[in-house]
Nanobody
Framework: QVQLVESGGGLVQAGGSLRLSCIGS????????MGWFRQAPGKEREFVAT????????YYADSVKGRFTISRDNAKNTVYLQMNSLKPEDTAVYSC?????????????????WGKGTQVTVSS
């Protein structure tokens, strides 16, 4: 079983940058789709970005396209989310997730392993 731990969240001013990391433990890490999701207070969890098991096929929500970059280093069992040009509406708890069944997925329900999340707050 893969376990995921996020880090890198914090408080940043609008226009600033943060880099989130998600370290996974477990031998199946490199073959799974990995994704980043976020949930703001009072809102549903939403998809942010995903990347295939090989590190290819990065895919983004329209709201972050051109500002966020997802990447992974399977040798380090780590997935990253580089967030640039942050906006107050990006404020949320960001969680990484893995799919134990799918090599690539943009569907929230296909992710079955979740980290606890890291808070990102963007001030105006």
């Amino acid at each position: 079983q893969v376990q995921l731990v996020e880090s890198g969240g914090g408080l940043v001013q609008a226009g600033g940058s943060l880099r989130l990391s998600c370290i996974g433990s477990g031998r199946a890490f490199s073959i799974n789709a990995m994704g980043w999701f976020r949930q703001a207070p009072g809102k549903e969890r939403e998809f942010v970005a995903t990347i295939a098991g090989s590190g290819g096929n990065p895919y983004y929500a329209d709201s972050v396209k051109g500002r966020f970059t997802i990447s992974r280093d399977n040798a380090k069992n780590t997935v990253y989310l580089q967030m640039n040009s942050l906006k107050p509406e990006d404020t949320a708890v960001y969680s990484c997730a893995a799919s134990s069944r799918y090599y690539f997925s943009v569907t929230t329900g296909e992710y079955d392993i979740w980290g606890k999340g890291t808070q990102v707050t963007v001030s105006s």
